[in-house]
């Protein structure tokens, strides 16, 4: 029987709905709109187009946005310097500098400026360490680790004693998801290019999350049978019968993974909805701390 499909499309829009909900309540309470300000350093045109997918988000919720761009050669003073006057506005709840930064600027500098109350990415060294240490809890987690974990407790009654595999081992999903993982009781292992066997380890997980970044890495024999497999890739592959001359591809087979998972998430339409989703989400959180 094929895999259920997780859809995380469908499941971002309930929570777009659940946010705009909150913040009209908000709203029409006297409270303050939510706001959160986006940092853009340079011209890459990926991150051009997720600062605009997030600062539309926000719109359709009601969470006001602020855009602040700055040159490619813009200094990390200047960058520094904005992140500070940020943390001051008092109309802003969540910084989001939009990574990677452009080369010669120091990204943890920059990140660790923020005030962790408004770190909504989830990437300042103390929220990372809260995230790491028992009986500590972060402000915020990084939202496509967060986006995981929502999907995986909606799709299984407990992780508590699942055995767990994360396939790589990024500051922004592998090693947060792993350590979102321990604090809910699953056994972990987190798998890298040099893992030995790395095939049969992952054909332990009951469950797994591909976020190593290699096109269709993870082949169907590589699965337990039943398992749930969140597919954290997205990559582009070439193929001539497409308008655009490819198509997008996770980490995982997906067609024979499907075959032998017990539910699965697509590429496109599985985790990425998700991440802002979660954003959106934190932003409106990080304005009811400011209440």
Same mark, same amino acid.
């Given at each position: 029987?094929?895999?259920?499909?997780?859809?995380?499309?469908?499941?971002?829009? #309930?929570?777009?709905?659940?946010?705009?909900?909150?913040? +009209?309540?908000?709203?029409?309470?006297?409270?303050?709109?939510?706001?959160?300000?986006?940092?853009?350093?340079?011209?890459?045109?990926?991150?051009?187009?997720? *600062?605009?997918?997030?600062?539309?988000?926000?719109?359709?919720?009601?969470? @006001?946005?602020?855009?602040?761009?700055?040159?490619?050669?813009?200094?990390?003073?200047?960058?520094? =310097?904005?992140?500070?006057?940020?943390?001051?506005?008092?109309?802003?709840?969540?910084?989001?500098?939009?990574?990677?930064?452009?080369?010669?600027?120091?990204?943890?500098?920059?990140?660790?400026?923020?005030?962790?109350?408004?770190?909504?990415?989830?990437?300042?060294? *103390?929220?990372?360490?809260?995230?790491?240490?028992?009986?500590?809890?972060?402000?915020?987690?990084?939202?496509?680790?967060?986006?995981?974990?929502?999907?995986?407790?909606?799709? $299984?009654?407990?992780?508590?004693?699942? =055995?767990?595999?994360?396939?790589?081992?990024?500051?922004?999903?592998?090693?947060?998801?792993?350590?979102?993982?321990?604090?809910?009781?699953?056994?972990?292992?987190?798998?890298?290019?040099?893992?030995?066997?790395?095939?049969?380890?992952?054909? #332990?997980?009951?469950?797994?999350?591909?976020? *190593?970044?290699?096109?269709?890495?993870?082949?169907? +024999?590589?699965?337990?049978?039943? !398992?749930?497999?969140?597919?954290?890739?997205? =990559?582009?592959?070439?193929?001539?019968?497409?308008?655009?001359?490819?198509?997008?591809?996770?980490?995982?087979?997906?067609? @024979?993974? !499907?075959?032998?998972?017990?539910?699965?998430?697509?590429?496109?339409?599985?985790?990425?909805?998700?991440?802002?989703?979660? $954003?959106?989400?934190?932003?409106?959180?990080?304005?009811?701390?400011?209440?």
């Amino acid at each position: 029987m094929p895999a259920r499909v997780i859809d995380g499309k469908a499941i971002a829009e #309930q929570i777009r709905i659940e946010v705009a909900t909150i913040v +009209d309540k908000r709203v029409k309470a006297g409270k303050p709109r939510p706001g959160l300000a986006t940092v853009l350093v340079g011209e890459n045109p990926a991150s051009q187009s997720y *600062v605009k997918s997030k600062q539309k988000a926000c719109a359709e919720v009601g969470i @006001e946005s602020f855009g602040h761009e700055l040159p490619e050669n813009a200094s990390q003073k200047e960058v520094e =310097n904005l992140v500070t006057e940020l943390n001051k506005d008092p109309r802003v709840n969540g910084i989001l500098v939009q990574l990677p930064l452009p080369k010669g600027l120091i990204e943890e500098d920059v990140l660790r400026l923020i005030s962790i109350e408004k770190d909504v990415d989830g990437f300042h060294p *103390v929220n990372i360490g809260r995230l790491a240490q028992k009986g500590r809890d972060p402000f915020f987690v990084p939202c496509t680790p967060a986006g995981v974990m929502y999907m995986l407790n909606r799709e $299984l009654p407990t992780l508590e004693g699942v =055995n767990a595999v994360v396939l790589g081992r990024s500051n922004i999903v592998g090693m947060p998801v792993a350590l979102l993982l321990v604090r809910a009781n699953a056994t972990v292992t987190i798998c890298h290019s040099r893992t030995k066997d790395l095939a049969n380890v992952v054909r #332990q997980a009951d469950v797994l999350v591909a976020a *190593v970044g290699r096109a269709e890495m993870v082949r169907g +024999d590589w699965i337990k049978p039943g !398992a749930v497999v969140i597919d954290v890739g997205i =990559n582009r592959v070439e193929d001539s019968s497409r308008p655009k001359g490819y198509r997008l591809v996770g980490d995982v087979a997906y067609d @024979e993974a !499907a075959q032998v998972a017990g539910a699965i998430t697509p590429v496109p339409g599985g985790v990425g909805p998700m991440t802002i989703a979660m $954003l959106l989400k934190s932003t409106l959180h990080a304005a009811e701390l400011a209440d």
